[in-house]
T-cell receptor, first 115, second 113 residues
Framework: DAGITQSPRHKVTETGTPVTLRCHQT?????MYWYRQDPGHGLRLIHY???????DKGEVSDGYSVSRSKTEDFLLTLESATSSQTSVYFC??????????????FGPGTRLTVT | SQQGEEDPQALSIQEGENATMNCSYK?????LQWYRQNSGRGLVHLIL?????REKHSGRLRVTLDTSKKSSSLLITASRAADTASYFC?????????????FGKGTHLIIQP
C-alpha cells in the first residue's frame, strides 16, 4: 500500500463520542486526502491537505475536521460521532493535486462503526 | 456530486473472456483514472489517461477516452480469477485547486472459473 498506514483499522464507538483516525505516509507526498466509502455512494472526499497546516473541505465535510502538523501525518476527527458516520474511511496521497491530480495511492482503510 | 458513473454495475464472465466496463462523466477533465478494489482492501491505481489521449494500454488493460462524449471504457483481456474486484473510474476537474478525485460507484466484476 505504497507506504501508507491507517490507524486504527477497526473501531466501534458510541454516538456522541469524539473519534480521531490517523493516516501516516512515508512517501513525502505533498497532497493527502480523506475519503469515505459507503454502499451505493462510491468514494466521497471529506477533506484534503496540500501541505503542512494547509487543508480544505471536500464534498462531505460536515461533522469532520482535519489537521496536518507534519508532512507525514493527516488526522481526521469526528467531533461528535453519529450513526450516519458509520463507514469505511480511506486515506490517500498524491504528488500533484493542484490543477491536475496525479494517481493517488490509498491506505488499507479504517472500518468505523458508530452505535 | 458524482462525476463518473460506471456501467454496468455488475458483470459476471467466464475466465479467459474479455471484460468491458464503461464510465461516463459530466464536466471537463484533465485526466481520467481507473482503480481496482479487492474486497476489504484499499484502491489500487491501474491506469491514467490524459484528456488529450484517446487510447492507452497497460499489460492486459486497454483504456479509451472520448472527450466529445464524456466517456471512457476499460477493457480487460483474457480475464483471470484474480481480476475479480470492483473497478472505479475517477476524474479530476479543470477548475483548478486541489479538489482530489471524483469517483463513480464502481463496477463489480466477477470472473467465473
Amino acid at each position: 500500500d505504497a507506504g501508507i498506514t491507517q490507524s486504527p483499522r477497526h473501531k466501534v464507538t458510541e454516538t456522541g463520542t469524539p473519534v480521531t483516525l490517523r493516516c501516516h505516509q512515508t512517501e513525502n507526498h505533498r497532497y493527502m486526502y480523506w475519503y469515505r466509502q459507503d454502499p451505493g455512494h462510491g468514494l466521497r472526499l471529506i477533506h484534503y491537505s496540500y501541505g503542512v497546516k494547509d487543508t480544505d473541505k471536500g464534498e462531505v465535510s460536515d461533522g469532520y475536521s482535519v489537521s496536518r502538523s507534519k508532512t507525514e501525518d493527516f488526522l481526521l476527527t469526528l467531533e461528535s460521532a453519529t450513526s450516519s458516520q458509520t463507514s469505511v474511511y480511506f486515506c490517500a496521497i498524491s504528488e500533484r493535486g493542484q490543477a491536475v491530480v496525479d494517481e493517488q495511492y490509498f491506505g488499507p482503510g479504517t472500518r468505523l462503526t458508530v452505535t | 456530486s458524482q462525476q463518473g458513473e460506471e456501467d454496468p454495475q455488475a458483470l459476471s464472465i467466464q475466465e479467459g473472456e474479455n471484460a468491458t466496463m464503461n464510465c461516463s462523466y459530466k464536466t471537463s477533465i484533465n485526466n481520467l483514472q481507473w482503480y481496482r478494489q479487492n474486497s476489504g482492501r484499499g484502491l489500487v491505481h491501474l491506469i491514467l489517461i490524459r484528456s488529450n489521449e484517446r487510447e492507452k494500454h497497460s499489460g492486459r488493460l486497454r483504456v479509451t477516452l472520448d472527450t466529445s462524449k464524456k466517456s471512457s471504457s476499460l477493457l480487460i483481456t483474457a480475464s483471470r480469477a484474480a481480476d475479480t474486484a470492483s473497478y472505479f473510474c475517477a476524474t479530476d476537474g479543470t477548475g483548478g485547486g486541489a479538489d482530489g478525485l471524483t469517483f463513480g460507484k464502481g463496477t463489480h466484476l466477477i470472473i467465473q472459473p
